[in-house]
């Protein structure tokens, strides 16, 4: 197709390019309405507006959080999920709530009606957010849940959920060894979620639950990003802890079908290894990109 003028060019390519992510799903949106919300995982805590410190950086997120500030987002963008909840002020700020570690340790749904009340108080004073998930670990599976809930939802209905992005979860479930790792988090457990993570693995069905929920996603628009860690000791424990018969859980991570789904080999101390791939460039930058603009 001849086109005169340079302008009129990089219209074209910018719709076709749009077009194109249409016809993979993806929902359109205005600019400057993609707001990122953050999940923290099993057994962490938030006070003072700020997420638990990792050994690989401060506060948990900071890398990934600076990375997206780099491609144009701003403070009021990115947002803390709170499992105790939170509220939306009359500014349209949001303000989650001080959690100790012991309220992460519940029923996945409990966790996950508190997020989708935070997204809907949010999009009442911003009826034109669309809201792009990243979970870690527990959160990440948190958050894709959220995206099974939202595929299944009328348009009327929806929390304009366009895209999750899980790193290091458990989505096809654990083997109950992982609780070698687990009893040494400082904490009081219950084991709830834990258990529930593990059931889900003994679950023989689930690898055909997963791939149709996965593509009832791609059919609704939502979508999913996978990224996890070969060399996290919580999924493959025998990088950390001596003795054989080790499971390796590490595949658990990805889930076929998925938009993007990779696997990196982030090389770390082994009670910092949970955390790497928060840390890692490739899997931030796929992270941040996958996400899009603002």
């Given at each position: 197709m001849f086109v005169p003028r340079g302008?009129?060019?990089v219209a074209v390519v910018a719709l076709l390019?749009?077009?194109?992510a249409v016809g993979m799903g993806a929902r359109c949106r205005e600019p400057d309405t993609n707001v990122v919300v953050f999940i923290q995982g099993l057994y962490t805590t938030y006070y003072d507006g700020q997420t638990q410190s990792t050994g690989i950086e401060g506060p948990r997120f900071s890398t990934i959080k600076d990375a997206f500030r780099d491609a144009g987002y701003e403070d009021a963008d990115l947002l803390d999920y709170s499992y105790a909840g939170g509220t939306?002020?009359?500014?349209g700020d949001w303000h989650g709530d001080d959690y100790d570690c012991e309220l992460t340790d519940r029923e996945v749904e409990e966790s996950l009606d508190v997020l989708e009340e935070m997204l809907r108080g949010y999009r009442a004073r911003h009826p034109k957010?669309?809201?792009t998930l990243v979970g870690h670990s527990l959160g990440g599976y948190i958050a894709y849940e959220a995206a099974v809930r939202e595929s299944a939802r009328t348009d009327s209905q929806r929390l304009s959920i366009d895209a999750v992005i899980t790193l290091g979860a458990p989505l096809l479930g654990v083997a109950a060894d992982k609780k070698a790792i687990i009893d040494q988090i400082p904490c009081d457990k219950t084991?709830?979620?834990g258990a529930e993570i593990v059931a889900a693995k003994l679950e023989p069905g689930l690898p055909a639950q997963r791939a149709s929920e996965v593509a009832a996603m791609q059919a609704a628009g939502v979508r999913l990003a996978t990224l996890g860690n070969a060399n996290d000791c919580l999924w493959n424990t025998g990088h950390c802890l001596p003795g054989g018969g080790w499971i390796d859980d590490s595949g658990t991570q990805l889930l076929p079908g998925a938009?993007?789904?990779?696997m990196y080999e982030v090389t770390s101390g082994p009670f910092d290894s949970h955390d790497a791939v928060l840390g890692h460039p490739a899997a931030v930058s796929a992270a941040v990109e996958f996400a899009g603009a603002p």
């Open positions: 302008g009129v060019r390019a749009v077009a194109a939306t002020d009359t500014q957010a669309h809201f084991y709830i979620a938009n993007l789904a990779t």
